[in-house]
């Protein structure tokens, strides 16, 4: 008995310590996910849920700032604007968002 609680209490947190270990990777180096390495081509600068099943997302690409609505079925361009630079994106910067045409 005293053998059975012994394997219990090293194996317990081994394979806690591989399951926690594993999911840390995983999201270290999945593409895609926030958390990646890199400069990513791609960004979400903000998102809005908008209902149950809705969102507004601004997405920055090329320079430019999208003003994006998502559905379930759907994804639609609402707007375009000018990515605004990092140095007047600090806090405290008055229409951060950019200009929409």
Do not use: C, H, N
Not at 8 to 32: D, N, T
Not at 41 to 54: D, H, S
Not at 58 to 81: N, W, Y
């Amino acid at each position: 008995m005293f053998d059975y609680i012994v394997r219990l209490l090293i194996m317990v947190p081994l394979v806690g310590g591989m399951a926690f270990g594993a999911l840390w990777l995983w999201k270290k180096y999945q593409p895609g996910m926030i958390g990646g390495s890199g400069e990513r081509a791609l960004k979400i600068v903000e998102a809005l849920p908008m209902g149950t099943f809705g969102k507004l997302a601004i997405v920055e690409f090329d320079g430019q700032r999208l003003l994006i609505a998502i559905t379930r079925g759907r994804i639609e361009k609402l707007a375009e604007g000018k990515a605004v630079p990092a140095s007047l994106s600090g806090a405290g910067a008055a229409g951060s968002v950019g200009r929409v045409r």
